[in-house]
């Protein structure tokens, strides 16, 4: 079983400055199945980026995503209002056949 | 505008039986596989089950393997979750998601069903 561990847990950060969160995969995984959510409070994920770095339609271009193996991170280059909530990061193919990582909150400093 | 919306949540027994449907519009809802994953109340996102286009191939998380049921019926643009034999644990909220082994990610998500498994 594949287990996705994200980093830090809470990020504290100011608007206008830049955040990187981390996920780190217990086993390499394809960059092809790799993919992030943003989930602010009382609404459903929202997929950022998949495929590690492609972003997905109507996405800011502060947002974007690297990595490969079992690091993969993703980066916010400057922190709008609008962005703090919830990252996780999600994987395909290893059993369970889709997992995601516990989440990391990026809140106001 | 693509739109995913749930219904069928509610509270039920432990032991009892619930079934969540999740009505697709704003695209062709035969060319895409389809999820569910749930989130327990202030935790984090469980992929649930999963069914490719026609519902000819389905793949459960072992946490509800022989005890939910995943279908589609894509006349009716429809798909459902038949949630029988109910724990405690299984109190979440069920999202029901665009995508699957077509896909390998989630582009678009309901608002959300919640359900509640208590005596």
């Known amino acids: 079983e594949i287990v996705l561990t994200q980093s830090p847990g809470t990020l504290s950060l100011s608007p206008g400055e830049r955040a990187t969160l981390s996920c780190r995969a217990s086993q390499s995984i394809s960059s092809y199945y790799l993919a992030w959510y943003q989930q602010k409070p009382g609404q459903a994920p929202r997929l950022l980026i998949y495929?590690?770095?492609s972003r997905a339609a109507g996405i800011p271009d502060r947002f974007s995503g690297s990595g490969s193996g079992t690091d993969f991170s993703l980066t916010i280059s400057r922190l709008e209002p609008e962005d703090f909530a919830v990252y996780y990061c999600q994987q395909y193919g290893h059993s369970p056949l889709f997992s995601f990582g516990p989440g990391t909150k990026v809140d106001i400093k | 505008e693509v739109q995913l919306v749930e219904s069928g949540g509610g509270v039920v027994r432990p032991g009892g039986s619930l079934r969540l449907s999740c009505a697709a519009s704003g695209f062709t809802f035969g060319d895409y596989g389809m999820s569910w994953v749930r989130q327990r109340p202030g935790k984090g996102l469980e992929w649930v089950s999963g069914t490719n286009w026609n519902g000819g191939s389905s793949n459960y998380a072992d946490s509800v393997k022989g005890r939910f049921i995943m279908s589609r019926d894509n006349t009716k643009n429809s798909l459902y979750l038949q949630m029988n034999s109910l724990r405690a644990e299984d109190t979440a909220f069920y999202y029901c998601?665009?995508?699957?082994?077509?896909?390998?990610?989630?582009?678009?998500w309901g608002q959300g069903a919640l359900v509640t498994v208590s005596s």
């Open positions: 998601a665009r995508g699957y082994a077509d896909l390998y990610y989630f582009d678009y």
């Open positions: 495929g590690a770095s």
